[in-house]
């Protein structure tokens, strides 16, 4: 095992607090490493119960969990090289900054000189050094945040732990947080293995995203992969951006399917070869939000096979660089348009109008 290699791997990991119900089940994956990991997922799904069993904080049921090339199961955080990064931060009230940065290693015996010299080096790479003399509380969210990375890398680990870190910031200062934390990763060259609940924050940070629902992993690979290719309708809705619409299939054709609701018919999906669907299946599909366009009821059809479908404007909202338009389409199902502010503003829409939502068959994909 060459020294601080930070790959990681889970076998069968599950974790049970009562005998019989496990909120880690079953769960199998592999880290690279040096690779920035976002476990996502709701409350409740076990992403939080996985870091604690990585950091050494639990014990598996069952389960493997290797560092390395080593089980490190049974064995204390210390002895697995691994750092957590709390939500809360944990800062000590009474220290100054470099203080609190330095204080494990002062814990190890280090003398004053030398976890000093250590200390200057990390804050110079989070940009503290401005502030290493003032106490926690002189210190805005955003520079805590960075004081508790630099107390969780200054001990070299091999794997850093982060529980929800950007969860109490406000939104801007979220994303530039986002891009300091990616920064930081690269800088480091560690693993981190990062738990959220919030999708747009494991799409922007993660090399690999993993989406849990009840203590199983449901789909996991890069970010893109994740957002624009989702394995089942759980996924989909989840991490939002895309319409998920139900059916019956009616007819196979070489390259797309064609399926009927009990309000409509004639919807269009691309064929997928790892997808075996015959007539009479019931599928889901999803269709990307910012792959549907929007037409007035009296341009006529789109042809080549095209789903258009009659929809209602429900409610708008601006978003800047789009605009969300929220249809009726599909009825008591939400269903929405992306639709660029440049092509929106050329003909608005208003509230009320009857348009065609259209998407070609290509632009949907049938869900697992």
């Given at each position: 095992m060459r020294p601080g290699r930070g790959d990681i791997e889970l076998a069968g990991l599950c974790k049970s607090y009562d005998g019989v119900t496990n909120v880690v089940d079953g769960v199998n994956l592999k ?338």
């Open positions: 880290i690279p490493d040096g690779a920035y990991c976002c476990f996502l997922g709701p409350s409740g799904c076990g992403k939080t119960t996985i870091l604690r069993m990585i950091a050494g904080h639990e014990d598996p049921t069952v389960g493997e969990i290797v560092i390395g090339g080593e089980n490190v199961v049974g064995l204390a955080p210390v002895e697995r090289r691994t750092a957590m990064m709390f939500q809360s931060y944990a800062l000590f009230p009474h220290l100054t900054v470099r203080d609190n940065i330095a204080f494990a290693l002062r814990v190890r015996g280090q003398s004053r000189l030398e976890r000093y010299r250590a200390v200057d080096l990390m804050m110079e790479k989070v940009r503290l050094t401005e502030l290493a003399d003032r106490l926690p509380a002189n210190l805005s969210g955003g520079q805590q945040q960075r004081v508790a990375l630099a107390r969780a890398a200054i001990t070299e680990p091999r794997v850093l732990l982060l529980d929800e870190p950007l969860s109490a910031l406000d939104e801007q200062l979220r994303v530039r947080m986002r891009q300091e934390l990616r920064r930081m990763q690269r800088e480091l060259g560690i693993t981190f293995v990062h738990v959220t609940h919030t999708q747009l924050e494991a799409i922007a940070l993660a090399d690999i995203v993993v989406v849990m629902e009840k203590g199983k992993i449901k789909q996991s690979g890069p970010a893109r992969d994740v957002y624009a290719y989702p394995c089942d309708r759980y996924v989909a809705e989840f991490l939002g951006g895309q319409n998920v619409l139900s059916g019956k299939v009616e007819k196979v054709g070489s390259d797309h399917l064609v399926i009927s609701q009990p309000h409509r018919a004639g919807i269009h999906v691309g064929v997928h070869p790892d997808r075996r669907v015959g007539i009479g299946d019931r599928i889901d599909l999803a269709v990307r939000r910012d792959d549907i366009e929007l037409m007035r009821a009296t341009s006529g059809e789109p042809g080549g096979g095209a789903t258009a479908l009659p929809s209602r404007v429900l409610a708008i909202e601006y978003q800047g660089s789009f605009v969300k338009v929220m249809l009726d389409t599909i009825p008591d199902e939400e269903f929405i348009a992306y639709v660029p502010e440049r092509t929106f503003f050329q003909d608005p829409f208003n509230v009320g109008d009857v348009l065609l939502a259209t998407w070609s068959a290509g632009r949907a994909r049938v869900l697992a």
